[in-house]
């Protein structure tokens, strides 16, 4: 009788190591699943011309994850001849999302040259076609990054729907475990050197410190005619790395102008102290997520297949940033 409660006994912790090694296993899996790789393209200011052609050429062979839209589309008061060069392009319109641009506020933001913006009811149906939010601000994760959509076009100042938004937004996505890049876009520029158009400082004052204080990673911007990349910065100027191409977890964030899409092209008069780089050329910027998720590597490719700048951010994915 002994001997077979000793059996049993033996048994039973046999079978309960067993299963907590299982199940030690079946954590461990969980907690390294690995992430795939992917990409997003962004680019803004396009136009419906031959240039625009060439960008949309480009996008498609680079057959992006997403594609982000950083404002300014047909320049004309209908969307269709931009909507036609997605469709030339074979683009699936279901890996776009928009930013929206002072040209997609013609009633509004383009009084003196109306002829070249959306009428609120073209702007509405670019909006339905794409399953855009009426105030033209969201948010969305894609993997583990999370992407923030602001609207440089409606009330932004601190007492606004989109201030709290915001705010409510980013204060969520630092605190998701499964969140490891925080990137926004935008149209106007919080930051941009010298030329046709100028950095909206209400937009810095308002929302860089809280950009600082939720770990951002990246901001997307046009409207400017070219292209342009900071280094690594905290508000107002705050260059935390003065690198010019690798960055290893920077204070701050990159901000980065891609206004290449097809229209008339801008040329900076000055380059600032913060500058990293600038082109007046059309391309779009190439962002590449890998090495499970731990590494970011952006660069920026002409029409003409060129890479005119290449930079990476490397994190450590075990802490959130």
Not at 18 to 47: E, H, K, M, R
Not at 68 to 79: H, P
Not at 245 to 272: C, D, Q, W
């Amino acid at each position: 009788m002994m001997r077979r409660s000793v059996t049993i006994s033996v048994l039973i912790a046999s079978i309960a190591a067993i299963l907590f090694v299982s199940l030690l296993l079946l954590n461990n899996s969980n907690t390294s699943q690995s992430i795939q790789d992917y990409s997003i393209v962004a680019v803004g200011d396009f136009g419906c011309n031959s240039n625009t052609d060439k960008v949309m050429t480009l996008i498609n062979s680079l057959k992006p994850n997403l594609i982000l839209g950083l404002g300014d589309y047909s320049y004309r008061t209908s969307i269709d001849c931009w909507l036609e060069e997605l469709n030339n392009n074979k683009i699936d319109t279901s890996k776009v999302k928009l930013a929206l641009g002072n040209h997609e506020y013609g009633s509004t933001q383009c009084l003196t040259y109306a002829n070249y913006c959306l009428t609120d009811q073209e702007r509405d149906k670019l909006m339905k076609i794409l399953n855009m939010p009426n105030e033209g601000y969201y948010s969305f994760n894609y993997n583990n990054a999370h992407i923030l959509v602001m609207n440089t076009e409606v009330p932004y100042a601190k007492d606004s729907k989109q201030y709290n938004f915001v705010v409510n937004d980013l204060s969520s996505a630092s605190k998701n475990s499964k969140i490891n890049w925080i990137i926004v876009a935008f149209h106007k520029p919080m930051y941009s050197s010298p030329s046709a158009h100028t950095a909206l400082l209400d937009l810095r004052s308002i929302y860089q410190p809280i950009f600082d204080k939720y770990g951002v990673d990246l901001v997307l911007q046009g409207h400017t005619h070219a292209y342009e990349r900071s280094k690594p910065m905290k508000y107002n100027e705050v260059v935390t790395d003065n690198s010019l191409h690798m960055y290893n977890k920077p204070n701050g964030e990159i901000f980065v102008t891609v206004g290449t899409g097809g229209a008339s092209l801008y040329r900076y008069t000055e380059k600032l102290p913060y500058s990293a780089t600038q082109a007046s050329i059309y391309g779009v910027l190439e962002i590449r997520i890998r090495d499970n998720g731990s590494l970011l590597e952006a660069r920026f490719i002409s029409i003409d297949r060129n890479t005119l700048d290449i930079f990476s951010i490397e994190k450590n994915l075990n802490h959130n940033k």
